[in-house]
């Protein structure tokens, strides 16, 4: 599976972004995709999950300020970020579980900056 994803950028702090992850193979044949992220000396960190059946989690710090769906006709699973934070500047990456819950394809990433 190849993932590409996109739709990083620099953005005022309160505003939005909506970060999209397309793959190479049919949505609903992964298990489970991802978006991570990795800010600047900090440890990557798991930011929502989509799996096929819908389910979706988050990381505490972006509830309320995230939303991870799919468009089945287009193969991407977007993640779109409102009321951004400075802290959440970093690199997001999309990974995709094609079976199980090990992410084994990782997309090459977007870059975030959220300006104070």
């Known amino acids: 599976v190849q993932l590409q994803a996109s739709g990083g950028g620099l953005v005022q702090a309160g505003g939005s972004l909506r970060l999209s992850c397309l793959s190479s193979?049919?949505?609903?044949?992964?298990?489970?995709v991802a978006w991570y992220r990795q800010a600047p000396g900090k440890e990557r960190e798991l930011v929502a999950t989509i799996t096929t059946g819908g389910s979706t989690n988050y990381l505490d710090s972006v509830k309320g300020r995230a939303s991870i769906s799919r468009d089945n006709a287009k193969n991407t699973v977007n993640l779109q970020m409102n009321s951004l934070k400075p802290e959440d500047t970093a690199i997001y990456y999309c990974?995709?579980?094609?079976?199980?819950?090990?992410?084994?394809?990782w997309g090459q990433g977007t870059l975030v900056t959220v300006s104070s």
């Open positions: 193979r049919d949505i609903f044949s992964l298990n489970a």
């Open positions: 990974a995709a579980a094609p079976r199980g819950e090990r992410y084994e394809n």
